[in-house]
């Protein structure tokens, strides 16, 4: 088996920036298990039915670590845990980016807002053999970049309004670095235009391009089918569920 | 261990907890975390008559302490569920009743004549759907529709026939009574009912189907006591459903009516939910020295 129900402990929680959390639990199994673009399902309160899903940004040893804002009931009362609290963690669920297809090669990795995250671990993995652009709104809303460039990622920030890296959106950036370079694949995570207009970019040039969606979620497990999306599937279309047979598609598959 | 099992129909359940159709799918996911040959039963995914790709997402929303889907039965059609799912569900050792869920009359028909060959244990008629445009719900809330229906299935196969009953109806009672007469071998309720969310700075459906159904602890009293009312109103098993989370609430509902009963949200919650109860189930009838058939119906009104 490869995915665990843990009663976690929460080795660390604090707020990055206004609403937006980096949260940190201890968990031998979900940890040794869990892949880059892989989620995580938890129980943010008492006082809610479902699970939240959460994308793992970091993995090291035993500990897990996930970076979130707050949107709604569930992520408010996950920011109100305290370290030392024990969380129910289901997890490591989904199917994450193809990384070691693409060792050895050059992947760019590619994040709009709080899509980011789940990206960090590539950077990780890929370290100076990858570039990476991300995007935000504005200087407010810039988050984790530090991280990413310290892996020894090329890693360009671009704003919304220029108030921080420079002006435009990742597109713009994309295609700037592609006058120079060109990488085999794009891993992409981010709201839904965005990866559209990376995963076209991608196709003009010929380059591979996975997506990792977002979609409202129950079981997490592929059970109970609420969490579908269209996927191209030989020559028809299929509701796959994004939980089970995503979060990550190929960008050929879903556009 | 104390033995827990109750018969239906002439079919022994080990236990009496059975998992909801459309909870489960047909059992893979869930029996990674445990064996699902430990239930009573597995209530498969709503099929029908062909491959079905279900409504647009979103499809399903939390509400409090329970959730809307609108999933508009996805399901790979019977032909396949005969071919893939089954076999592996029957490996597995799980006892296995085939939701059915037909456009036309006549579908329901085709369907329980193909399973009549196969190693399906029983076959459950869901007559109560609230997502999809046509058959579902509709045939549910009328006695003739769930008459004919019953009747129509009854001479197609002669594995046992559970109906699953609409909550979205005036009289239960009469609707359950309608399908014993028309000869059916237990009665199954409820299904979820038809409600709706809205999101207030878009004044849009938070559901892309604008409608879902209402299911989880919610739910829990309402089913109560609609399996209270089709208790009294026939002499058939049943199987209780809606809102079930713990071993108490199984037991609450046994009190009802119940001869079993099928545990369906509470899968989305937590994989383990129905394996727990399946646990604090004898725990129970271990502590107080009884048996499953002593707490159905015991219920004392005033
Ligand atoms: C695979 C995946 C990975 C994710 N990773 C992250 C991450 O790393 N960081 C982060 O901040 N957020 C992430 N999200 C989004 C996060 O799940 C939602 O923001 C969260 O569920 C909102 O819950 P809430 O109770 O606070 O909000 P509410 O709006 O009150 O939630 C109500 C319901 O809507 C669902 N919901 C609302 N928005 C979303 C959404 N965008 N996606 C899925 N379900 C939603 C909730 O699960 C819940 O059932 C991810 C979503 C998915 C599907
Ligand atoms: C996501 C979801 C899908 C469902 N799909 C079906 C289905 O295909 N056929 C059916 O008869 N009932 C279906 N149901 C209804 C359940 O089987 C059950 O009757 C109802 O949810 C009440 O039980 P619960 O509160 O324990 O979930 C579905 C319920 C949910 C939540
Ligand atoms: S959330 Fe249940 S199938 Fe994806």
Known sequence: ?255 | MVDMSVNIAGVTLKNPVTVASGCFAFGREYNEFYPISELGAVSSKGLTYQKRLGNDAPRITETPMGLLNSVGLQNPGIEDFVKYELPFMKEVGATVIANIAGKTVSEFAKMAEILDETEVDMIELNVSCPNVASGGMAFGVSCDAVSEITSLVRKSTKKPVIVKLSPNVTSVADIARAAESAGADCISLINTLLGMRININTRRPILKNNTGGLSGPAVFPVAVRMVRDVYKAVKLPIIGMGGITTAEDAVEMMIAGATAVSVGSANLADPYAAYSIVNELAEYFEKNNLKPSDITGSLIEY
């Open chain 1, 1 to 255: 088996m490869d995915k665990f129900v843990d009663i976690a402990p929460i080795v660390e929680i604090r707020e990055l920036r206004d609403g937006l959390f980096l949260l940190s639990f201890e968990s031998e199994s979900i940890a040794k298990n869990a892949k880059c673009g892989q989620f995580v399902h938890i129980k943010c309160s008492e006082a809610l039915f479902l699970r939240r899903p959460i994308s793992i940004y970091n993995v090291e040893g035993a500990v897990v670590t996930v970076i979130f804002e707050v949107r709604g009931k569930g992520t408010k009362a996950l920011s109100e845990m305290s370290a030392g609290t024990l969380l129910n963690v289901l997890g490591p669920l989904g199917i994450g980016y193809s990384l070691s297809e693409y060792s050895g090669k050059k992947v760019w990795l590619i994040g709009g807002g709080i899509g980011i995250f789940p990206l960090y671990m590539a950077a990780r993995e890929y370290k100076g053999n990858s570039k990476v652009i991300l995007g935000f709104k504005s200087r407010a809303f810039v988050a984790a970049d530090k991280d990413f460039a310290f892996t020894g990622a090329e890693t360009h920030v671009v704003t919304d309004d220029g108030s921080y890296g420079s002006k435009g959106f990742v597109t713009d950036k994309f295609k700037e670095l592609l006058e120079g370079d060109k990488p085999d694949a794009v891993f992409a995570c981010g709201p839904m235009a965005m990866l559209k207009g990376v995963y076209e970019i991608c196709k003009e040039n010929g380059i591979d391009c996975e997506v990792s969606l977002e979609e409202r979620m129950g079981c997490g497990l592929g059970a109970c089918l609420c969490c579908v999306t269209p996927v191209k599937v030989a020559d028809t279309t299929e509701n796959l569920t994004v939980c089970k047979h995503g979060p990550v598609f190929k960008g050929k598959e879903v556009f």
